[in-house]
């Protein structure tokens, strides 16, 4: 089986999402998670969690904010299509302007 990097993105950081959510809306959340994650089950090699502050570094600069990855998973599956299918009804599609990514791990050689 071959693994895949699913980034979760949003237009608003995954800490404003959980500082204006209420108790009861939090708890709904991660009930429609963990729904999905038993669906899934053995796929998912790491759930991952929710990613805050991230910071963009390149050769000559680094730069807060702007990051839209409010999240990771990694799953694994025969193919991308594997994955697409393991990803209808994921609770995170169902936010207007949330969207997912997903990247196929590549071989090492040598590794």
């Not at 939090?26 to 038993?38: L, P, V």
């Not at 990803?87 to 995170?92: A, D, M, Q, R």
């Amino acid at each position: 089986m071959k693994k895949f990097l699913v980034l979760y993105r949003a237009p608003v950081s995954a800490n404003e999402q959980m500082a204006n959510a209420s108790p009861e809306q939090i708890k709904a959340g991660m009930d429609a998670w963990m729904k999905w994650a038993s669906k899934a089950g053995p796929a998912i090699v790491d759930l991952g969690m929710p990613l805050g502050n991230g910071k963009r570094v390149n050769a000559s600069k680094e730069n807060y904010g702007g990051a839209t990855v409010t999240g990771y998973s990694i799953v694994q599956a025969n193919s991308m299509d594997g994955v697409t299918e393991l990803l209808k009804g994921h609770p995170h599609l169902g936010q207007p302007e949330f969207s997912i990514e997903v990247f196929e791990g590549l071989p090492m050689p040598g590794m």
